[in-house]
Nanobody, 127 residues
Framework: QVQLQESGPGLVKPSQTLSLTCTVS??????????WTWIRQPPGKGLEWMGA???????YYSPSLKSRTSISRDTSKNQFTLQLLAVTPEDTAVYYC???????????????????RGQGTQVTVSS
C-alpha cells in the first residue's frame, strides 16, 4: 500500500520560502511512469497543479509558479520536496503531495484529488 505524508511548517511569513517534504512509503519514487506531484487548494478555490518530479528526476512546473517554485527529490530517503519562494498571503492553502501518471504543460486544475495522495497540510502565510 502506497502512503504519502506531507511535512513542514504550518505558518510562513511573507517574503520567506515555503518548504514542504513528502515522504513516500510502499513504493519507490523511481518507479517507472509515475510523477510525484504537488497540488494546492487556497480557500474557496480549486485544486491547482503546482508541479511534479518524474520517476527519472525531471522536474515540471506550472507556468504561473515556475519562477518561484523548485521541486527536488532524495531517492535515498524516498522523499520529494517543494520550495516556494517569496510567499505572499495568496499562497495560503492546503498543500497536497500526490502520485500522478502525467504532468501538465499549462495551468491545470484537478476536478478531484488523485487517489494516491497525502492527507494535506495547511500552510498559512502571515506576519
Amino acid at each position: 500500500q502506497v502512503q504519502l505524508q506531507e511535512s513542514g511548517p504550518g505558518l510562513v511569513k511573507p517574503s520567506q520560502t515555503l518548504s514542504l517534504t513528502c515522504t513516500v512509503s510502499g513504493e519507490s519514487i523511481t518507479t517507472n511512469a509515475y510523477y510525484w506531484t504537488w497540488i494546492r487548494q487556497p480557500p474557496g478555490k480549486g485544486l491547482e497543479w503546482m508541479g511534479a518530479v518524474s520517476f527519472s528526476g525531471s522536474a515540471y512546473y506550472s507556468p504561473s509558479l515556475k519562477s518561484r517554485t523548485s521541486i527536488s527529490r532524495d531517492t535515498s530517503k524516498n522523499q520529494f520536496t517543494l520550495q516556494l519562494l517569496a510567499v505572499t498571503p495568496e499562497d495560503t492553502a492546503v498543500y497536497y503531495c500526490a502520485r500522478d501518471r502525467t504532468w501538465y504543460t499549462g495551468s491545470y486544475y484537478y476536478r478531484a484529488l488523485p487517489q494516491v495522495r497525502g492527507q494535506g497540510t495547511q500552510v498559512t502565510v502571515s506576519s
